[in-house]
């Protein structure tokens, strides 16, 4: 019978270990932040579906299409501008120091 192969990638099993001496982490991660529009954007979008066939219903359709269309507009619009201003708030140039990722073979060994 075929001796079982490790299954577990190299980088999991400790085998890489030339890179265990870099010291801080070499890439910076920069998150937006918080902010409402997203769900005022699937709030609007909603009120637009809903004015599709929500006809008769308390008020005209319409009514709910025209409300649904400005408020996902508005927050289009915010989520436009914060990504920009996100954008703007990055800094220029990063220091770039980072480990060679080994190579990884995604075929099945032999055997």
Request: no cysteine.
């Amino acid at each position: 019978m075929a001796e079982r192969q490790e299954s577990t990638p190299p980088a999991r099993r400790g085998d890489v270990r030339r890179h265990a001496n870099i010291a801080v982490a070499t890439e910076l991660v920069y998150l937006p932040r918080p902010s409402w529009a997203p769900a005022f954007f699937a709030l609007g979008a909603a009120l637009m579906v809903i004015g599709i066939f929500a006809e008769g219903f308390v008020v005209s359709a319409y009514i709910f299409a025209i409300v649904g269309a400005v408020i996902a507009l508005a927050a289009l619009r915010s989520l436009t501008l914060g990504a920009a201003r996100d954008f703007r708030r990055l800094p220029r140039r990063q220091r770039a120091r980072s480990a060679v990722i080994p190579p990884v073979s995604f075929r099945r060994p032999p055997g």
